[in-house]
């Protein structure tokens, strides 16, 4: 690829001023960030209706979804306000000098310190939370870190009246100038610029497995590589056991075609694969299941892209060997909109074919349909790293199949004991990510305020004077900040 001339210029100033404005933002006091956190939050808020009805025309979504979001954004910027105030965040460790050891040991203290500048890439389906202002720029600010958004090209005016929004808290607060940019700039190249920057620290991206694979490839490929927090989906398996099955499953199809079927399938948590027993109740799960979603209402997908692809990956899921279709309905290209599409296979022939495996973004689901319990574990054990497993049960099934929770633990980082996968709450103990694919770290989570362990890293202080450690390490404790002392 010949390099883009100007672009290059355009993205070199941006990178430049990110890494000026980090040097500032990182030695301001916590609260103060706390205070432009709550900013941010404010004047989102008060974009009111224009805000929800631009995201509605710009990605059909229904403005009660875009409301709950918009809550939830202001939610986790308010969240991590919070949680610069408590200060455990940093996890300040200290070892006190022992001089009578031998060897003597030094006065050791350490604390998380911010990476540097993060470049967030925004995901199209959910143009708050997973956007502009979403999780990855919130907990990335919260840290210390400056931030450079590259927006999502499927909101724009979104992502400009978010931008602005923020860029009003920068200067209501007082903070640097440039600790968040805006690049509104879509081509491939300018993401591979941006991430192979010498002054980008860290990556947070949101959207398909080739998009975050090739960012994660751009990234390894620098001279110094730097971590690439990719979230790209998931199928998210679901298995229901035999008793539950025979004795459940009216109330089981009720809740997987509310789950599949929420928001046109739009979600990274979409339940895509159920994985159940040929026995008793099947054939009653499968109706019911079948009946459900063909009540559910044809509605618009998010854009073009996401349209046509689903129509692509549906369509060649369903010319796969042993695939029998129970619900197919053809997506609409003129109005963007789909309807569910349920299909079933064999556990035999799912096993040896690792298309079905693949993610179809959208209202689709596959039934895999095991002879034993013991295939059901084969199924389990051969799908990637996933987002979540669910466990659909009756205190039978679990006194008999106990094994398979440990078993869904190895597969996804949020295991759900009868429930479904959509719908991820905000909260400290909340684990949104899993191993490859589904993330290219699964050692992380994307939502929650645990995510600000990715713009972290660790450092220690050896036989500091007092009076040249940072605050959170003096011996009084100034700032009465959280501390282990050993």
Known sequence: MQENGPLVNQLNAVMSQSLNAFQQYRQLPAKQRATFLLAIAKNIESLGDTLLNITAAETNLPLARLQGERARTIGQLNMYAEMLLKGNWQNCIINTAIPEKNPPRPDIRSMNVPIGPVVVFGSSNFPYAYSTAGGDTASALATGCSVVVKAHPAHPQTSRLVAKAIADAISETGMPPNVFQHVEESSFESGKLLVQHPSTAAVGFTGSFSGGKSLWNYAAARSNPIPVFAEMG?????????????????????????????????????????????????????????????????????????????????????????????????????????????????????????????????????????????????????????????????????????????????????????????????????????????????????????????????????????????????????????????
Request: a negative charge; one cysteine or more.
């Open 234 to 486: 998931s199928i998210n398996p679901v298995l229901i056991f035999p008793d539950a099955l025979a004795t459940q499953y009216d109330s089981l199809a009720s809740q997987y075609a509310a789950s599949i079927s929420l928001g046109v399938g739009q979600f990274c948590t979409n339940p895509g694969l159920i994985i159940v027993h040929a026995g008793k109740g099947l054939s009653a799960f499968l109706e019911a299941l079948t009946a459900q979603l063909e009540k559910v209402n044809a509605a618009a997908m998010l854009h073009q892209g996401i349209i046509t692809a689903y129509t692509q990956k549906v369509a060649t899921a369903l010319q796969q060997p042993g695939v029998k279709p129970l619900i197919h309905h053809s997506p609409s290209d003129t109005d963007h909109k789909a309807l569910p599409i349920l299909a079933s296979v064999s556990a035999s022939q799912f096993l040896q074919n690792t298309q079905l495996k693949e993610e179809v973004f959208g209202p689709y689901s596959l039934v895999v349909v095991a002879d034993d319990a013991n295939q059901m574990l084969e199924v389990l054990q051969s799908v990637k790293g996933q987002l979540t497993t669910s466990l659909m049960g009756s205190d039978t099934d679990f006194s008999q199949y106990a094994s398979f929770i440990q078993e869904a633990t190895q597969v996804a980082g949020r295991v759900i004991c009868n429930g479904v996968p959509t719908g991820v709450e905000v909260c400290d103990a909340m684990v949104h990510g899993g191993p490859f694919p589904a993330t290219t770290d699964s050692r992380f989570t994307a939502v929650g305020v645990e995510a600000v362990k990715r713009w972290l890293r660790p450092v220690a202080f050896q036989n500091f004077p007092d009076a040249l450690l940072p605050d959170e390490l003096k011996r009084d404790n100034p700032l009465g900040v959280s501390r282990k002392e050993i």
